[in-house]
Structures are given as C-alpha cells and as structure tokens.
C-alpha cells in the first residue's frame, strides 16, 4: 500500500500543476480552455528537442518550454481569444474558439513532429528503497519541481501586484479596471501564465513518460475532472481537485488492474457532482 500512496502523490502533484492554468483562465475570463492538454504536449515536445536533440541541460529545456509556451498563451489572448471575446456576447463562441484552438495544436504538432511515441534519457537514474517501498528518483524529481512550481505560483498570486492584480480579475473585472487594474495587460498575463504551466508540467514529464501527439485530448478531460471535483476557478481546488484524482487513480489501479478504473472514476464523479456540483471548495460555475 505504501507503493500505491507515493505513486498517487507523484501522479498527484503533478496533475495539480496542470490544473492550475485552466482554472486560471476559468476564473480570468469564464473560459474552459480545451487546447489545455495540447499546451501540455507542445511544452513536452519543446523539451524533447532541447534536451533530447539538441542536448542541452535539462533546465535549459524546461526554461525554454516556459517561455514557449508562455508566447504561445499571450499570442492566443493577443490574436484570438481577446477579439472574439470583444466581439461576442455568447459564451458558446470562446467554447467553440477554444475547442477549435485545441484541433489547430494537435494537427500542427502532428504535422512537425509526427505520431511517434519519442522519449528522452532519464535526467537521473537510480531508485530508493524505504520499508518495501520502491522511490525512483527521477519521480522523486518531478513531485520537488512540481511542489516548487505550485508554491512559487501560490506565492507570486498571494504576494506580487500582478498577482494580487489577477485576482481581483477573478472575482470581478469591472470594478478591478475601476480601481486601475489593465485588464487587458492582465489577461495576456494570466493566458502566458497559464500556458507556461501546463508547458511546464509536459516538459518534467518527457523524461518519465515520454510525449506523443495523441495525448492532448486525454490530458485535457483529465484536467477537467480535476477542476469540476475541486470547484471550477478556485486555486485551492485545483490542487485538491488533482491531487485527489492521482490517488484515487493510483489505488484504481492497484485494485482494478483490468482497465476499470476510469469507468468507476466517471460513475463516481456524476454521483460526486450530484451532491455536491460546486466541487470540493464549493465555488459556483
């Protein structure tokens, strides 16, 4: 069982650092970004031609997948979501622009790097033993850059003007630009932002896990699970919402090795959200 705990932080952990950007953008703009899951995937190519082609250090890659993808976030606020957003007054369009954004990513990732499954070398190797359980340290490694980028996030929206700037956009944009805030600069902010995380979690995953094309759709209603248990556009409920689905991932799989665990995580989350559809922290949709 001791095995099955440290595999549901590790999955959890960085589940949360995924869940994290959407509910940024949620909260920022009422928009559920479905590109999220190719943003992972295009942060995790960035990584594997840094680090694996180009053979550069690790954090060099990592670096280089932020500020990709950071770019990429700013360039979708700048060109795409802020006109439609201007110019519509039904929420379906930023759904249908969002959805449309996700098919634009995955076919122009499939397009330049193909539907191979690539991989990269370990960025360290060897594993720990404690009481019987099993600690690889390249996973060890993911679980410490996760926590640092979640605390670093915590902190930068606690603690910094932009951040304390953003969140006053979350609870309400109209008064936030009465009392000065640009709103504008802010949403390209928090689209770079958010970007950059899910860049980030692709990126310390290749080395683990490698990345292919096809994983966009599935990281994305993965993240989705997370924020409807946690409670849509709530920081704390990311971060429950993720670290709840690798445990109970983790155990679905040690109990259920056939390939059942997916179907008892849906069952469960339709009678979860049946009760309680506010998720976790109970912020309203």
């Given at each position: 069982m001791?095995?099955?705990?440290?595999?549901?932080?590790?999955?959890?952990?960085?589940?949360?650092?995924?869940?994290?950007?959407?509910?940024?953008?949620?909260?920022?703009?009422?928009?559920?970004?479905?590109?999220h899951g190719q943003l992972y995937v295009l942060g995790g190519f960035v990584t594997y031609y840094v680090y694996g082609g180009m053979k550069l250090p690790f954090f060099v890659a990592l670096l280089a997948s932020a500020l990709t993808l950071a770019a990429v976030g700013c360039l979708f606020q700048i060109f795409l979501f802020r006109r439609v957003m201007r110019r519509s007054v039904r929420e379906?369009?930023?759904?249908?622009?969002s959805a449309g954004t996700a098919m634009m990513i995955e076919s122009l990732v499939l397009i330049f790097f193909g539907e191979k499954h690539r991989g990269v070398p370990?960025?360290?190797?060897?594993?720990?033993?404690?009481?019987?359980?099993?600690?690889?340290?390249?996973?060890?490694?993911?679980?410490?850059?996760?926590?640092?980028?979640?605390?670093?996030?915590?902190?930068?929206?606690?603690?910094?003007?932009?951040?304390?700037?953003?969140?006053?956009?979350?609870?309400?944009?109209?008064?936030a630009s009465l009392m000065g805030v640009?709103?504008?600069r802010y949403a390209i902010l928090g689209w770079a932002l958010a970007a950059m995380l899910a860049g980030m979690a692709g990126a310390i995953l290749v080395p683990i896990s490698?990345?292919?094309?096809?994983?966009?759709?599935?990281?994305?209603?993965?993240?989705?699970?997370?924020?409807?248990?946690?409670?849509?556009?709530?920081?704390?409920?990311?971060?429950?919402?993720?670290l709840a689905l690798?445990?109970?991932?983790?155990?679905?799989?040690?109990?259920?090795?056939?390939?059942?665990?997916?179907?008892?995580i849906f069952i469960g989350l339709i009678a979860f959200l049946a009760v309680r559809p506010n998720g976790l922290m109970g912020k309203a949709v």
């Open positions: 001791g095995q099955v705990l440290f595999n549901g932080i590790y999955t959890g952990v960085q589940y949360s650092l995924i869940a994290l950007g959407l509910t940024l953008i949620f909260s920022l703009m009422n928009v559920l970004n479905f590109a379906e369009s930023s759904m249908l622009l370990a960025v360290v190797s060897g594993v720990y033993e404690l009481g019987g359980v099993f600690i690889p340290r390249g996973r060890l490694l993911v679980i410490g850059l996760s926590f640092l980028f979640i605390v670093a996030f915590i902190l930068f929206m606690r603690y910094t003007k932009p951040g304390r700037a953003l969140r006053a956009m979350a609870q309400d944009p109209e008064t640009n709103t504008a490698g990345v292919n094309s096809g994983l966009g759709n599935w990281i994305s209603i993965k993240t989705f699970i997370m924020i409807m248990t946690g409670g849509a556009g709530a920081i704390s409920g990311a971060i429950a919402g993720g690798g445990m109970v991932e983790s155990l679905g799989y040690h109990f259920f090795p056939g390939g059942e665990t997916y179907l008892i």
